[in-house]
């Protein structure tokens, strides 16, 4: 990551971290950037041994999560530790074992249903959609759905349409649901022990790409009691011309970015959604409020996308704040092509986040396409 | 009485399987009947019986398939070399597999298709030598009131339908008897995951007619607090969980279930109900296959109705039914006359015994018919002959078997059925009546449950409702507390 400053945000830090069922909605973190590293691969690592070690109903389950220890190894030394029964190897069956799991929560248990990727939710989407995210309101709460779901989600490189698919929106559009997107090890852990103790269902979009990635973590991100809220967005740089909201791997690039638009004068304030459902609309809109633009980014495809739906609240919420057009940038509207220059061209880049920054600022000419 | 019937069931396995095995020959099934309790965790399932199950059974077949038959004895793989020709096997990671030098493919069905398991003829006399688990005096008369009851809802509940007082209903006509006599046959504890033709398991564990009436009738009192449709059931205190409309998610759901039970080392199981034509979704065969993996504690009982709204059961397989799918998942199986109380609550004790004690999954297919339409928004007479129905609703109706036991026995008489269809009319026309008048749900109720405490989107959402309630009153319906 090139030069990512981590600042220190917001308001006060609440002490009720310790919290096992509702992380409160106020909690903030902040952390000086001499401390450790780790990647995001090791905080989820950690994050889910933790938790299955704090609460014996919590076990994991998924295509090759135990004596491969996962395809990305996120269940890595898991099966040793806890052993078979909480750590299930599954046939292959999406749709089967979300199902299972879907029961195994409604009856007491908290699984970790890990999909290799989030494109083969897709085999397994009716338990998700039209019993997890809804049995709880169907029986009036006599039955709720404690289950995590997760595995990587969105663009990895060079595995075509059917593995590059981010889901973000389509999760997001289902009441019942909560869908968390960490970008930094300090997202990865906090969130993921936020979203096993939550006690509804909640979608839990990681990033392979971002696996490998290592980020500062302070003394407080390892305790094993650290938790962050869900529906919180994280502001990740503070500026005054500018909004760039991004989620996950995105993050970085509009870190990137914001950087770039610095050394050319522009203020611009990164804010990492960390929740895309519950959305932090406030958040959002007293950012807009303060620097009067807006840049929203995305992998995922534009039309009925996250941005549309953050473009949706400022308007409704800040349009007289705003002093010129939302820009949004998103994943071009096709299939994902393998070809590497193909692929490039689909994903947003760190240079459409600063064109369109600049455009908003009425630095640049208008460009015909953002991508 | 627990242990005579253990030991019949297991006789009826014998015998069945005796005569089927031919010249397969000796076979050694004392392990079973002595039942035991298998400590957690469990032991794979190779090693967890030392019974002969022939794999391959085509003792009728032509002379090339039965070579192809083999035993397997788990434990005791050497034994598969009888020829002497030790080294002719693939060992493979889940077992030894012997060759055939002939080229023969596996039939797609057996010679004879398999047989129903049944104890009482269509007029109700006991067939001999049956064997049979017991059941008392008392709960076979509470066992064909209950019958008498389910009826007569269907038909009082239907009616309300179609008056328009409730937007939809399905009825259990014809599968009276599985859903009694399977629910009598269980424990309180064991967890129900139904699907929605099953709604007498939840009328024999206690639940009320006026509950029945409140969930149809969508009010205040209902315990889904009028958010689904009318027959969507559930209820936490009766383990029976809340009916999901889309077919067979219940299925893989009951195996997690299960599993939990398993974890939890339970003395119960999970019991889900479903029909033919949900075995045509992934999700049975998903479940089947992680119930056989996970050794959970599930009893999978499909309602095999022959009909699938208008799909024919010849459109949805083209196997023997849905029997003989268990083997292939290696799951202990047997089909039943569903019409048959007796049959199907001799089957459902002794598939319930083996599941709990022994951490397994047990599959039972009970052949019936759906007697009424599929539902209140069906008209079955447009693909499927009207004798047919008749032949069912009058020659092979479950209920009136039944009665003809327990009158042959002594235990019911003419007087009785007169006093029992009054009452249950009685009773269940007061219930519809008492729901109707109960208020429906407040508005605060359309956000609750969302989450487990609702987000601010969704308390905003709710003001703005009220705000706009407020101002234009004439636009909401009055009978909804704001
Ligand atoms: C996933 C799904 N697909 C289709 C339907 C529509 N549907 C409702 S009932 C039904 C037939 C089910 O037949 P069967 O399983 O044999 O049960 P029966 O009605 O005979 O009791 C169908 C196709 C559904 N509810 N869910
Ligand atoms: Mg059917």
């Not at chain 1, 609440?14 to 992380?23: D, K, Y």
């Not at chain 1, 299955?52 to 030394?77: H, R, W």
Request: net charge negative.
């Amino acid at each position: 990551m090139l030069g990512i400053i981590r600042q220190k945000v917001g308001a006060g830090c609440s002490s009720a971290m310790l919290q096992r069922i509702r992380p409160v909605a106020s909690v903030c973190r902040s952390y000086s950037s001499s401390a450790k590293e780790m990647t995001v691969r090791d905080a989820l690592n950690s994050a889910l041994d933790e938790e299955m070690s704090a609460d014996p109903k919590v076990f994991l389950m998924g295509e090759e999560v135990g004596e491969y220890q996962g395809a990305y190894k996120i269940s890595k030394g898991l099966l040793d530790k806890y052993g078979p029964d909480r750590v299930l190897d599954t046939p292959i069956t999406e749709a089967g074992f979300t199902g299972i799991g879907v029961g195994a929560a409604y009856y007491g248990l908290k699984p970790v249903v890990e999909f290799m990727t989030f494109n083969f939710s897709m085999q397994a989407i009716d338990h998700i959609i039209n019993s997890a995210a809804k049995s709880n309101y169907m029986s009036a709460s006599q039955i709720n759905v404690p289950i995590v779901f997760r595995g990587p989600n969105g663009a990895a490189a060079g595995v075509g349409a059917q593995h590059s698919q981010c889901y973000a929106a389509w999760f997001a559009a289902i009441p019942g649901l909560k869908v968390l997107t960490p970008y930094s090890s300090e997202d990865a852990r906090g969130l993921l022990k936020a979203a096993i103790r939550d006690p509804d269902p909640v979608v839990f979009l990681e990033n392979e790409l971002l696996y490998g990635e290592s980020f500062p973590v302070s003394a407080e991100v390892l305790d094993s009691s650290f938790c962050l809220p869900i529906g919180k967005a994280k502001i990740e740089r503070e500026g005054k011309d500018i909004t760039i909201t991004a989620f996950s791997k995105m993050v970085g690039y509009a870190l990137q970015a914001a950087e770039i638009l610095a050394k050319e004068g522009i203020s611009a304030e990164v804010i990492n959604l960390r929740s895309i459902r519950p959305l932090d609309r406030a958040t959002i809109n007293t950012s807009v409020r303060k620097t009067n633009r807006l840049v929203t980014v995305e992998e995922g495809f534009p039309q009925h996308g996250v941005g549309a739906e953050i473009c949706t609240s400022v308007v409704e919420e800040s349009f007289g704040y705003l002093d010129a057009p939302v820009e949004r940038i998103a994943g071009a509207d096709v299939p994902m092509p393998y070809a590497a220059n193909l692929e490039r061209l689909a994903l947003p880049q760190v240079e459409d986040i600063v064109r369109a920054a600049k455009r908003a600022c009425y630095r640049s000419v208008p460009l015909a396409a953002s991508a | 009485m627990m242990a005579a019937w253990v030991r019949n069931s297991a006789n009826i396995m014998i015998n069945r399987f005796k005569s089927k095995m031919g010249s397969l020959g000796m076979t050694n099934f004392s392990s079973w009947s002595s039942s035991f309790t298998r400590t957690f965790p469990v032991v794979p399932a190779s090693c967890a019986q030392n019974l002969r199950i022939p794999v391959g059974d085509f003792s009728n077949s032509p002379a090339h398939f039965r070579f192809c038959s083999y035993r397997f004895e788990s434990g005791k793989a050497e034994t598969l070399s009888d020829d002497g020709d030790a080294n002719q096997v693939l060992d493979l990671p889940e077992g030894k597999v012997k060759f055939s030098y002939e080229l023969s493919f596996i039939s797609e069905s057996a010679e004879e298709r398999e047989c129903c398991y049944r104890v009482l003829d269509e007029n109700g006399k006991q067939i001999l030598p049956s064997s049979y688990v017991e059941v008392s005096p008392e709960l076979s008369v509470k066992m064909y009131s209950e019958m008498v009851m389910l009826q007569t809802m269907d038909n009082i509940f239907y009616e309300a339908q179609r008056q328009g007082r409730i937007s939809f209903y399905v009825t259990t006509a014809g599968e009276e008897a599985i859903n009694i006599a399977s629910a009598a046959a269980l424990a309180f504890d064991d967890i129900v995951l139904p699907q929605y033709r099953e709604p007498g398991v939840l009328l024999w564990r206690g639940f009320t007619l006026q509950e029945f009436a409140n969930q149809c009738f969508g009010n205040k009192a209902d315990y889904g607090k009028g958010r689904q449709m009318p027959i969507h059931y559930g209820s936490n205190k009766h383990n029976y969980f809340t009916i999901s409309s889309t077919i067979a998610t219940q299925l893989p759901q009951a195996v997690g279930v299960a599993y939990s039970l398993k974890m939890d080392r339970k003395d119960a199981c999970v019991v889900t109900y479903f029909g033919d034509g949900g075995t045509s979704e992934g999700d049975f065969h998903a479940a089947l296959n992680f119930a056989a993996v996970t050794e959970a504690p599930v009893i999978f009982i499909c309602r095999n109705n022959g009909w699938a709204i208008s799909t024919p059961t010849s459109d949805q397989f083209r196997s023997d039914g849905v029997v003989v799918k268990g083997r292939a998942y290696g799951i202990r199986s047997i089909r039943v006359d569903g019409n048959d109380a007796l049959a199907m609550y001799s089957a459902v004790s002794a598939a319930r015994e083996m599941a709990v004690s022994e951490q397994r999954p047990i599959l039972i297919e009970a052949l019936t018919y759906r007697v009424g339409h599929h539902s209140t928004s069906d008209d079955s007479t447009k693909y499927r002959p009207v004798d047919e129905i008749e032949r069912w609703k009058i020659e092979r109706d479950p209920v009136t078997r039944f009665r003809k036991w327990i009158e042959s026995n002594g235990w019911w008489s003419e007087k009785a059925e007169i006093e029992a269809r009054n009452s249950a009319r009685k009773q269940i026309l007061h219930a519809i009546q008492e729901a109707e008048k109960v208020e429906k749900p407040p508005v605060a109720d359309m956000f609750t449950d969302v989450y487990d405490c609702p987000p601010s989107n969704l308390l905003e959402q709710e003001k703005l409702l009220r705000e706009t309630i407020k101002r234009h009153p004439q636009d909401y319906p009055s009978d909804v507390p704001v």
